[in-house]
């Protein structure tokens, strides 16, 4: 019987990217499977104000605005994902003796993504309908691959872009990416870790952390503020697909997974 | 100027174009999309499904 | 028994790419095992250029100049081989229904790496003693991993960085990479593609292209012009550690290396 | 100028001197490395071991 933890971060900061590696290997010094989902945020406005790549927005209709990926953004997307974030954490892990091996969905078919349709949006100003937003939302996990890594005793480090149809890459979002994993798998647990220390009542204040968040399965989640929207979908999506246990917390601290396992988390029901 | 694919009324142009813009049929107001710049041709804009999370 | 064949290729221009990646199907259709690993010199120029980084030189005491992998150039690299020519190879692999994963030195510890050691050179015209040269020598290669991977029917892509001693990457020779791979893997026969038909008797001309190059252990190889040195000293140490057969062919026509296993290669003894 | 760490005479130094950068000394011919500047100091250039594959 498998009891896989899935584990999300941020990928960016050094800082953050030792303490969750350092705690990565805890867990599994304990006798836990791990898997590492990662974004990386940060290396992509680094990289993409480095290549002169403009960071465009999305303004959909219900005003929420998101990332305009047009081709040359995804090109920045996968670089900054794989050629930044991913090996500085196996470099981490490396370090710490844990065996882990990089992926993006481009391996053996990890990720396979529906790619999105043509949608009217706002961009710089102007209505138009978006036909190069190079996005989709995950349909398939190469759940095998996981497990052959898994038998082999390494980490599966995870990343976007996934494979769409077409066979070209497409960018997916990264929280959305590890509910996906979790539920393929069978994972016993999704811990998503944020720059924030858990999903909160009231943005502004640090200490109104909610221990328990309910959501319906079909209205958009409430505490949306604050960038928690994608993140509650998200776990939405892994608890929705069995994934028995699903918790926010605090990235930003050291051992940020056994202290969000321990309780100082938003759970998320 | 152009005319509407619907109902052939004449759709007044933007000053400055954007291919995949989106316009509205002042007479019978339907969407209808820039498809190509030089020369500026317009379609009906399709019905599409919103996906509001990405 | 294994009958594990490495392939050697650039990884730049897409046409090779396509060309590599359909040849590697069709191996894999007659039962082969394949382990493809990749270098991306014009990637990584064309990124040094998009990024500012200045591409440096060092030139040993022999007169020989090799690129000077100082800190920013390391980054540039690794962003280069795992950020843009692994996804270009994964996607076409992944369009032909190819399962590959892809690999640098910093997954499980694949390759680990000897640090240079301080040496003197002359870099920008100034003789100095070199200290921040990020590059080494392979000193070991984790063969299990490749094995779990080959077992489970996928094809590793492996290029640099090397994990060294103190568990930073550093740059490797890709050429020497496929070598010590093709050596610790036990493979049959290790085939090195190149952009030029062959190792030539006469650098200008292509149409002299000799069938066997024979070599010495211990001088410096004959026919080192056009870039071949590096080339025939990982041909070396390939057949040195045991590897049966080692072909330098062209990579840049179609079926690269079927045809350069039918014949059409320079064989080197 | 500065002393040689070997015999003591005095080295010139270049116009623009860079780290790490290889001088000889006149008098006694060893080789020393610039190991910082401002202040420029100097230590016995270490002899190592060529590797001429990279
Ligand atoms: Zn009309
Ligand atoms: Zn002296």
Redesign the pocket.
Known sequence: MTDITVVKCGGNASVEVDEVCADVATLRGRGAEVILVHGGSADIERLAARLGVPSRQVVAPDGVPARYTDPAMLEVVTLALAGMSKPRLLASLAAREVPAVGLTGLDAGLLRARRKAAHRAVVDGVRVMVRDNQVGTITAVNAGLLRTLLDAGLVPVISPPALAEDGRPVNVNADRVAAAVAAAVGAARLVMLTGAPGVLADVADPDSVLPVVELSPNEPPAHRAGGMGLKLIAAREALTAGVPETLIADGRRPRPVTAALDGAATTVV | MIA?P??E?KVDLPDAPRLNEILE?G??H?ELEILSLEPTLVGLAPEVEEDWGE
Chains 1, 3 share one sequence.
């Open positions: 509407c619907e109902c009324a049929c007479d019978c339907a």
